[in-house]
Nanobody
Framework: QVQLVESGGGLVQPGGSLRLSCAASGSFFSIYDMGWERQAPGKQRELVAQISRDGETKYSVSVKGRFTISRDNAKNTVYLQMASLKPEDTAVYYC??????????????WGQGTQVTVSP
């Protein structure tokens, strides 16, 4: 069974930095696109960053220039380096991945979420 496990969330002051990690485990052939989504209270979940298997990246307008997504294919891990954090970045951050698993037709997987709070 495929699992995505995030770590690295927490409380940070405005202007600060935080790094999120997400590791995939289980039985699968390949991991394709990986990304990070977030959901703030009362708002819809939004995709903030995405990275292809060969390293091409895309960002939402709200985080471009402040967040950097990267991945280590050998470790089946994706990272989100967040800088110049603002209170409006406060949300639960979810890791997402397109994974070709051994025993499932499903391709889309999400982690359990990690809370990021930006506050003085």
């Amino acid at each position: 069974q495929v699992q995505l496990v995030e770590s690295g969330g927490g409380l940070v002051q405005p202007g600060g930095s935080l790094r999120l990690s997400c590791a995939a485990s289980g039985s699968f052939f390949s991991i394709y696109d990986m990304g990070w989504e977030r959901q703030a209270p009362g708002k819809q979940r939004e995709l903030v960053a995405q990275i292809s298997r060969d390293g091409e990246t895309k960002y939402s307008v709200s985080v471009k220039g402040r967040f950097t997504i990267s991945r280590d294919n050998a470790k089946n891990t994706v990272y989100l380096q967040m800088a110049s954090l603002k209170p409006e970045d406060t949300a639960v951050y979810y890791c997402a991945a397109d994974i070709d698993a051994y025993d499932s037709i499903e391709r889309d997987y999400w982690g359990q979420g990690t809370q990021v709070t930006v506050s003085p």
